[in-house]
T-cell receptor, first 113, second 114 residues
Framework: DSGVTQTPKHLITATGQRVTLRCSPR?????VYWYQQSLDQGLQFLIQ???????AKGNILERFSAQQFPDLHSELNLSSLELGDSALYFC????????????FGQGTRLTVV | GESVGLHLPTLSVQEGDNSIINCAYS??????FIWYKQESGKGPQFIID?????DKRQGQRVTVLLNKTVKHLSLQIAATQPGDSAVYFC?????????????FGKGTMLLVSP
């Protein structure tokens, strides 16, 4: 167990809908990273938050947004969903110093039908 | 569990054999490399890392070799066990980059037969 908790584990929704994925970082970690993993693209960095503020942005679509709350949990919001958004979404956390390793959660499997 | 390895290159070995998984990285400026293990239904798990000022680093049953000349990384697993069966992938990052700048390879599936 990495200590990073993601919910839900599985999500099935229709095209055009909006979903929210949740991540609770390891105790003490201030930084949260979101990644998308698809069969053809591999792991792609989406966005990083540190202590409630956005720190880095990767290949995140405009239809996607995220936030980190005062209790440090984070949510990834995916809207106007398309079939191609079907993927595994992972959250990882670390202390934000760039020195310690990041730990990944077990992921949320999103299926858009 | 979920599979992320349906279209990945596969390495099949017998229990007790040594395994070598290779990775070609893309950015000659990358200076930090990580190997991850991902079991079905789980998130990536850190195995071992290496910085570009080294060409070899050893862990418990694992060794990472770095050849900067040809931009090649390899992971050697000694005495491979069935529990080592997973997808393995490398990641690279540029100088001063953190986890937000990691570029991940597509991965290799390792299958270990008892």
């Amino acid at each position: 167990d990495s200590g990073v908790t993601q919910t839900p584990k599985h999500l099935i929704t229709a095209t055009g809908q909006r979903v929210t994925l949740r991540c609770s970082p390891r105790s003490g970690d201030l930084s949260v990273y979101w990644y998308q993993q698809s069969l053809d693209q591999g792991l792609q960095f989406l966005i990083q938050y540190y202590n409630g503020e956005e720190r880095a942005k990767g290949n995140i679509l405009e239809r996607f947004s995220a936030q980190q709350f005062p209790d440090l949990h984070s949510e990834l919001n995916l809207s106007s969903l398309e079939l191609g958004d079907s993927a595994l979404y992972f959250c990882a956390s670390d202390d934000g110093t760039g020195v310690t390793e990041a730990f990944f959660g077990q992921g949320t499997r999103l299926t858009v039908v | 569990g979920e599979s992320v390895g349906l279209h990945l290159p596969t390495l099949s070995v017998q229990e007790g054999d040594n395994s070598i998984i290779n990775c070609a990285y893309s950015n000659s400026a990358s200076d930090y490399f990580i190997w991850y293990k991902q079991e079905s239904g789980k998130g990536p798990q850190f195995i071992i890392d290496i910085r570009s000022n080294m060409d070899k680093r050893q862990g418990q049953r694992v060794t990472v070799l770095l050849n900067k000349t040809v931009k090649h990384l390899s992971l050697q697993i000694a005495a491979t066990q069935p529990g080592d069966s997973a997808v393995y992938f490398c990641a690279e990052t540029a100088p001063d980059g953190g986890y937000s700048t990691l570029t991940f390879g597509k991965g290799t599936m390792l299958l270990v037969s008892p």
